[in-house]
């Protein structure tokens, strides 16, 4: 072969290689895109479920411990029924019943963040069978509340009414008391209200177990999708006291 044809295919092979260097390159951005995209999509729909399911096992986790240690939870003990919220200033709801509204603010998000992840699982892409494990474990908390009596439409009621969709966001905790200010949509919290005085006082106590555990199942579920650490174990140390 003379010296021609040896420059001709090497240029040729080289142009090749080149080439399919070059198309090897694009298909591997188009997926790390794609799977980025995938991974942003997933986590603007989860982390926020991921956060409040620890907000609201780490609270309801202070009623069972204090219901443990003491026999109730007493800075939740301050009605007796839920129309006593009727007629509360805003300095009952920013002081006395803080400890109180504030849980049912907490569980309410919950509901909100639960809703919107359930409506939205067909738009999800989780590896495997991921997706029907996410519903599962949806469902397995909502029947955990439904059995203390805050039924599966109440809960979705609550999470709707928390959502302000139009701003992209959920009601603060004063304007959640601004709601239960008004009795005929208070109404609505009323079984909600009727399951945290219960727990306060002590009583419901397998019942609010069985809600902490299939919380504690979603929140391993969400850590491990998520490529996140133990969620709930970091919202106890957030708070723990500093050591000496």
């Known amino acids: 072969m003379d010296t021609l044809s040896v420059a001709l295919v090497s240029a040729l092979t080289s142009g090749a290689i080149s080439m399919s260097l070059i198309w090897l390159t694009s298909q591997q951005q188009r997926r790390d895109g794609k799977r980025a995209q995938r991974e942003t999509h997933n986590m603007s729909y989860l982390n926020p479920l991921r956060w409040h399911t620890a907000e609201a096992h780490h609270r309801l986790s202070l009623f069972a411990t204090a219901v443990d240690r003491y026999g109730s939870y007493r800075p939740a003990q301050v009605l007796n029924e839920p129309g006593e919220i009727d007629g509360k200033s805003t300095a009952w709801f920013a002081a006395n019943g803080i400890a109180l509204v504030s849980s049912l603010w907490i569980s309410a998000c919950l509901f909100a963040q639960m809703t919107r992840a359930r409506h939205d699982i067909p738009f999800l892409r989780l590896p495997g069978k991921d997706d029907t494990r996410l519903a599962a474990l949806l469902l397995k908390v909502h029947v955990a509340f439904a059995a203390c009596d805050v039924y599966y439409a109440t809960q979705s009621s609550l999470g709707t009414d928390v959502m302000l969709e139009t701003e992209g966001r959920l009601r603060s905790y004063r304007e959640f008391c601004d709601l239960l200010s008004q009795p005929d949509?208070?109404?609505?919290?009323?079984?909600?209200?009727?399951?945290?005085?219960?727990?306060?006082?002590?009583?419901?106590?397998?019942?609010?177990?069985?809600?902490?555990?299939?919380?504690?199942?979603?929140?391993?579920?969400?850590?491990?999708?998520?490529?996140?650490?133990?969620?709930?174990?970091a919202r106890w140390d957030a708070e723990a006291p500093p050591a000496p």
């Open 185 to 233: 949509r208070r109404v609505w919290a009323d079984p909600l209200i009727w399951f945290h005085l219960a727990i306060a006082n002590g009583e419901r106590r397998s019942n609010l177990q069985r809600v902490l555990d299939a919380l504690q199942e979603l929140s391993t579920f969400l850590d491990h999708s998520l490529a996140g650490g133990a969620s709930l174990r």
